[in-house]
T-cell receptor, first 114, second 112 residues
Framework: KAGVTQTPRYLIKTRGQQVTLSCSPISGHRSVSWYQQTPGQGLQFLFEYFSETQRNKGNFPGRFSGRQFSNSRSEMNVSTLELGDSALYLC?????????????FGPGTRLLVL | DQQVKQNSPSLSVQEGRISILNCDYTNSMFDYFLWYKKYPAEGPTFLISISSIKDKNEDGRFTVFLNKSAKHLSLHIVPSQPGDSAVYFCAASNNAGNMLTFGGGTRLMVKP
C-alpha cells in the first residue's frame, strides 16, 4: 500500500513569490492535515480537510491557504513568501476525523525562501 | 504559549537500559495523547497513544503513562535498542478533528 506522497520534495523560492505544495493521501483516506516544522517553532498545525471542507485551521496568516479535491488530494498555497516561511511542510492523511492513531505522515516538502 | 512541552531536548541511554521521555501539557481540554518517532528527512511515525480515561497503555517495548492531575505523560522504552535513536515527539488532541499540538521533541541516542 503506497504511503502519503508529497511533491515536490525540495523547493527554492525567493521572497514575494508564491508556492503550491501537493499531497496525495493513502488510498481510502479522506482526511488530510498539514503541518509546518521549523527549528524555532517546532511542528505547528496549519489546517485539516475532510470531504473537500476545511475543518480546522491553525494560527497562521491568511497567506497560507489550502484546498482538497474530490479524490482527497490536497494542495496548500503560500503567497507573498517571507524568509520565515522556510520550513519542512508535512502532510498527514487518515481515514477520517478522529482517526489519529491511523494518521500517517508523508516525507514532507522542504521549502527554502531566499 | 507552548501548550505541550518536552523539557529535555536530548537523552542518551545505553543499549538494553530503559529510556524515559517526558512531556508536560497545560491545556486541560486535551483528551488524547500520542507519541511519534521521527528520523531526518522523513515524516513522523506513530508509536503509541493513550486516551485520557486511561493511565497506562502498553505496546511491546513501548509504554505510555498519563498522569492527568499533573498534566504529565511519559514514554518508556524497554529495552532500548540502537535503532530507537531518533527524535521523539509527544502530541495532544482535544478531540477537535485531527488537529494535533506537538511538543518540541526529544532526541534519543541509544549507545551500543
Amino acid at each position: 500500500k503506497a504511503g502519503v506522497t508529497q511533491t515536490p520534495r525540495y523547493l527554492i523560492k525567493t521572497r514575494g513569490q508564491q508556492v503550491t505544495l501537493s499531497c496525495s493521501p493513502i488510498s481510502g483516506h479522506r482526511s488530510v492535515s498539514w503541518y509546518q516544522q521549523t527549528p524555532g517553532q517546532g511542528l505547528q498545525f496549519l489546517f485539516e480537510y475532510f470531504s473537500e471542507t476545511q475543518r480546522n485551521k491553525g494560527n497562521f496568516p491568511g497567506r497560507f491557504s489550502g484546498r482538497q479535491f474530490s479524490n482527497s488530494r490536497s494542495e496548500m498555497n503560500v503567497s507573498t513568501l517571507e524568509l520565515g516561511d522556510s520550513a519542512l511542510y508535512l502532510c498527514a492523511s487518515s481515514l477520517g476525523p478522529g482517526n489519529l492513531a491511523t494518521q500517517y505522515f508523508g516525507p514532507g516538502t522542504r521549502l527554502l525562501v531566499l | 504559549d507552548q501548550q505541550v512541552k518536552q523539557n529535555s531536548p536530548s537523552l542518551s541511554v545505553q543499549e538494553g537500559r530503559i529510556s524515559i521521555l517526558n512531556c508536560d501539557y497545560t491545556n486541560s481540554m486535551f483528551d488524547y495523547f500520542l507519541w511519534y518517532k521521527k528520523y531526518p528527512a522523513e515524516g513522523p511515525t506513530f508509536l503509541i497513544s493513550i486516551s485520557s480515561i486511561k493511565d497506562k497503555n502498553e505496546d511491546g517495548r513501548f509504554t505510555v503513562f498519563l498522569n492527568k492531575s499533573a498534566k504529565h505523560l511519559s514514554l518508556h522504552i524497554v529495552p532500548s535498542q540502537p535503532g530507537d535513536s531518533a527524535v521523539y515527539f509527544c502530541a495532544a488532541s482535544n478531540n477537535a478533528g485531527n488537529m494535533l499540538t506537538f511538543g518540541g521533541g526529544t532526541r534519543l541516542m541509544v549507545k551500543p
